[in-house]
Structure formats: C-alpha cells, structure tokens
C-alpha cells in the first residue's frame, strides 16, 4: 500500500493532468473556506499585537462587579472556583452569587459553596451570596435568578467548575471604560492538558480556535460567541434583552439575541482578550470529546438552523457580523463538515484508494504548514505562556487527523439534530424546561 501510495503521489507530481485534478480537489478545502478566514485571522494577529502596544494598562474606574457561578454536581471543586475570584487583584468590589441548581439532590456542591462564606466575607471587597434552587431548573434559570439579584455594574456568567488567573477582573473591567462595548468574551485555556492526548489536542484546539482565532478575529470587531463558561457582560445589555432564554446552548443564543441590536446600535461591539482567562477541565477521551461535541454541534444548527433562521440579517446584525456569521457559522460549522464527509466518499468511491491517499497526503502536508505558521504568530504576538505553550508546537502534525474526525462527527451531529432535535435531550436542563421551546 505505501508503495502505491508512493507511486500515485509521484504521479501528481509528475503529471500537468493530474496536478490540475488535485488542486481542483483541493479547491473546496482551502480556498472556499477556510483559506480566506485563516489569511484574515492571521492579519488580525497582527493587528492586535500592534493595537496593545499603544493600549493602556489603568483602571479608570471600579465599576461594582458581579460574578455569578452556576453550579450543579461540581462538588469541592467550586471552592477552587470562589477563591480564585475572591484572591482576584481588582481592588473594587466584587460579589459572587453562587447559584446551586438542584441543591436538594447536590448537597456535596451546596456544603462546599456555603463553607466558603467565612473566608470571602473576611476579606475586602468581597461578598458571597448563595442562592440554593431546590428544584432543578437547569443553567439559564440559575443566569436569570443571579441577575435578578445582581447589584453589579459589570455581570460574568461563569461555570462552577472553572478557575481563573488573579488579573482576569482588572483585565475584564478595563474594556468597559469603553461606553460602545457591550460584553467581553473570556479566554479559556485547558486546566488538565497534561491527562492525556485527547486533552492535549483539545488544549490545543482551544488555543488555535480561541486564544489565537478570537484574537485575530475580534481585532475586526467579529466575535462569533461569548463562551457559557465564562462570558462578561455590562448589566444594563442584558436587563435590555431580557436576561437568558429558555433552552439549550444559551451561550450563543444570548450571543445572537445582543447582536441583533447592532444594527441599530452601530458602535456597540462585543470584545475578546486573550488575556481575560479562566481555566477549565475538557473530556479526557476522545470517546467523551466526541460524545461533548455531538451536544455542542447539535445545539449549534439548533439555534441558527431553526430559532433564529429569520433573524440572521444585516438589517439586525451589522454586515461585518451578518457575513462573519454567514461565513463562520454556516459555512465552517454547518457545510463545511458535509462537504469534507461527503468529499472523501465521493473521492474514494471514483479513484483508486492510493490516488485518494496520496492527495490527502499532500492536503495534510499543506494543512500542517499553516497550522505551524499560524501557531507561532500565536505564540510569539499573542501568548503570555511561551514556556507552556511551546509544548504544543509537537502536537502539530496530529492535529490535522484531529480536526478531520472532529468534522464528521459535527455531520453526525448536525443530522442527529435534525432529525431527532438532540436539542431536547441535554444535560444542561431538564426535559421538562427544553420542552418549552418552540422548535
């Protein structure tokens, strides 16, 4: 099989017929979608890069900070969780309002959360108000009944089970100085890279996809979505739009429902810093990262797919966020894995498996090269862990067969939600509170 393999690459190579044939194959791959995106973020790299040597560094004001934690089963761990925002350098006030969905049956979580108290109300500046929902009613009902008792000027959405460096307030807060910017979306790193390969590719997804795309991205002024598990938000935005609503995927569903007053509001800007972090544990499978992403990618057609299909207009969104969503959400997240699914069948089902190989070979060598280049601009214009993240610069060549499988089961996914409406069936709320949406 190699030699075949060796045989038909030389025969690409070799050939004006079949150099033509490959680039024509080729074509759907990079320069369709995701050439022209990858050539923008790096720009955008670029960008920011020069944008924070003219930025300053102080607080202009202390605006009152509210941090809400939804909690669950995290158990002890939402004692990491409350600390790291209590040992938090922002000199002004912040209260975190610790929110246990279901305390009746996570009493573990909800003992954690109130042994707390002493030590937060021991220290200055800061206050812990605990909330303990008897009744399960899942992430967004513990959103809304956080921001009912919120006194902050500034309110972050924040996952129990996720920790955060001691400046991410100060840098979170100092973007609000900025009257247009209406939230800020927070850098997640992987906690637990270190378990296993399956994390550390996903560690290094997050990096590429986020630290590094958001980045690149956000210098436009294109933020696609606000991460669930950590999100910041000027208050009055959110009394505005109603607060959360009722389903799945909630993060980019109140994404979407802010950028719809863009249009009207052409200043108003959601902001990523890849200096606002927090650090959170991902699956440490593949079988578990592939199970998540079934539920992710599910939820995604979903919301853009059917709730909010009308409602993905310029009129609403402003063009840079009408064409980054057409562009990033619909074609890189929807099409494009049917098109890589249905492209590899095709390929291998009219030519001779060696031929199709070899062609993939020369994709993967491509795929490889930006993926280097892109990942230093990262490293060297935008990371704040050159120690920790050079580590990631051998996970490159595997990453491409990563990101390959990730695409099909974002097809299964999308044609499980489909046909199944996987939405309905989530971990992230009960039957009984998906079922009141009306899709």
Request: proline share 3%.
């Amino acid at each position: 099989m190699i030699d075949s393999i060796y045989l038909a690459f030389s025969n690409i190579i070799a050939s004006h017929n079949s150099l033509l044939a490959f680039i024509l194959m080729f074509t759907p791959f990079i320069v369709f979608f995701e050439g022209p995106l990858q050539l923008i973020t790096m720009i955008g790299i670029f960008r920011f890069a020069k944008q924070q040597l003219a930025q300053s560094d102080l607080l202009t004001q202390l605006p009152h900070v509210s941090c809400c934690i939804t909690c669950y089963s995290e158990g002890k761990s939402v004692i990491n969780t409350i600390k790291s925002l209590t040992f938090q350098t922002y000199p002004g006030l912040i209260e975190i309002i610790a929110v246990v969905d279901g305390a009746l049956q996570n009493k573990d979580t909800l003992l954690a959360v109130q042994s707390c108290k002493e030590f937060v109300e021991n220290t200055t500046n800061r206050k812990l108000l605990i909330i303990p929902k008897w009744q399960r009613g899942g992430r967004v009902s513990s959103l809304n009944a956080a921001l009912k008792i919120a006194c902050g000027e500034i309110f972050m959405a924040l996952d129990g089970d996720t920790s955060f460096d001691n400046n991410m307030v100060v840098n979170a807060v100092k973007h609000f100085n900025n009257d247009n910017v209406v939230a800020v979306s927070g850098n997640l790193r992987v906690r637990n890279a270190s378990k296993s390969l399956a994390t550390r590719l996903q560690a290094l997804e997050y990096i590429l996809s986020i630290s590094a795309g958001k980045t690149g991205l956000s210098a436009f002024g294109i933020v696609n979505n606000i991460s669930g598990a950590f999100g910041v938000f000027r208050k009055k935005i959110l009394d505005l739009i109603g607060g959360w609503d009722t389903g799945t995927a909630e993060d980019l569903d109140i994404t979407t429902r802010i950028k719809q007053y863009f249009g009207r509001n052409k200043n108003w800007k959601i902001v990523f810093d890849p200096y606002v972090i927090g650090h959170t544990d991902v699956p440490e499978t593949f079988l578990g990262y592939f199970k998540q992403r079934l539920r992710w990618e599910g939820d995604l057609f979903y919301l853009i797919g059917r709730k909010y299909l009308d409602n993905i207009r310029p009129r609403l969104l402003n063009w840079a966020n009408y064409i980054s969503t057409i562009i990033i959400t619909y074609f890189m997240q929807i099409i494009l894995p049917f098109v890589i699914t249905f492209y590899t069948i095709y390929l291998f089902y009219t030519l001779p498996s060696a031929y199709v190989l070899a062609l993939y070979f020369m994709v993967y060598l491509f795929y490889v090269f930006v993926l280097f280049t892109y990942f230093l601009l990262y490293w060297l214009l935008v990371s704040d862990r050159l120690n920790e993240d050079i580590i990631y610069f051998l996970y490159i060549p595997l990453f491409p067969f990563f990101a390959f499988f990730s695409r099909i089961n974002a097809a299964l996914a999308i044609t499980h939600s489909v046909i199944n409406k996987s939405h309905l069936d989530s971990s992230m709320a009960p039957w009984w509170v998906l079922k009141k949406g009306k899709f």
